[in-house]
């Protein structure tokens, strides 16, 4: 059972240049989450999907895009790297219906993506 | 504004002893709160969840308390192993999202 699988795992981009982070759950979560991770800072949310079709910004939306694209995937998108978005992202999902962001299920997370904009 | 706050320095014990980590919170008023595991190079992984209801909640050596007058969780790791060193994440379930701490590093030395 792989829970949340990320990827990549690694990746180097200068700045300007776009990616896109995938993400997947095989565990049949409503909800799905991404986060960055900075030293001193903890996790901040970026974006959040409560389900199918829907999406929500969080704490640090700004510079990214996200798609649900069904149930099992959310992808987050970097359409101008900038160096201010160096960090580790971490996707996260929850069987919580509401989004899970009042905290009443726990949330399950990947391995993370590294992320260096030079 | 709100405010979470973990010990920032690395909580060093002896294997066997009881180690103890604090979450304080400020202007919050969570009906969650939960606790997570994180080693280094990986995710985040769920341990405890307890409810503002409860004032207690255990887990085989985990025991997690919820203080909300003080607003204070304590979690506890009894007869610590050094298998147990890794930093440790509190989330608090707010009015709309979940808010993360900035984690304690616990080092069991052998």
């Known amino acids: 059972n792989a829970g949340v699988t990320q990827t990549p795992k690694f990746q180097v981009l200068k700045t300007g240049q776009s990616m896109t982070l995938q993400c997947a759950q095989d565990?049949?979560?409503?909800?799905m989450y991404w986060y960055r991770q900075d030293p001193g800072m903890g996790l901040r949310l970026i974006y959040y999907?409560?389900?199918?079709?829907?999406?929500d910004k969080g704490e640090v939306p700004n510079g990214y895009n996200v798609s649900r694209l069904n149930k099992r995937e959310f992808s987050l998108r970097l359409e101008s790297a900038a160096p201010s978005q160096t960090s580790v992202y971490f996707c996260?999902?929850?069987?919580?219906?509401?989004?899970?962001?009042?905290?009443?299920?726990?949330?399950?997370f990947g391995d993370g993506t590294r992320l260096s904009i030079l | 504004s709100q405010k979470i706050e973990q010990n920032s320095e690395a909580l060093n014990i002896q294997e066997g002893k009881t180690a103890t980590l604090t979450c304080n919170y400020t202007?919050?008023?969570?009906?969650?709160l939960q606790w997570y595991r994180q080693d280094p190079g990986r995710g985040p992984v769920f341990l405890l969840l307890?409810?503002?209801?409860?004032k207690e909640k255990r887990k085989e050596r985990l025991k997690v308390t919820f203080d909300t007058t003080l607003k204070q969780s304590l979690f506890h790791i009894t007869a610590s192993q050094p298998a147990d060193s890794a930093t440790y994440l509190c989330?608090?379930?707010?009015?709309?999202?979940?808010?993360f701490g900035t984690g304690t590093l616990l080092a069991v030395q052998p």
């Open positions: 202007n919050y008023s969570p009906a969650y």
């Open positions: 565990m049949n979560h409503n909800s």
């Open positions: 989330a608090l379930g707010a009015t709309n999202k979940l808010i």
């Open positions: 999907s409560a389900s199918e079709g829907t999406t």
């Open positions: 996260a999902s929850s069987s919580a219906r509401d989004g899970g962001i009042i905290g009443n299920q726990p949330q399950h």
């Open positions: 307890i409810r503002e209801n409860e």
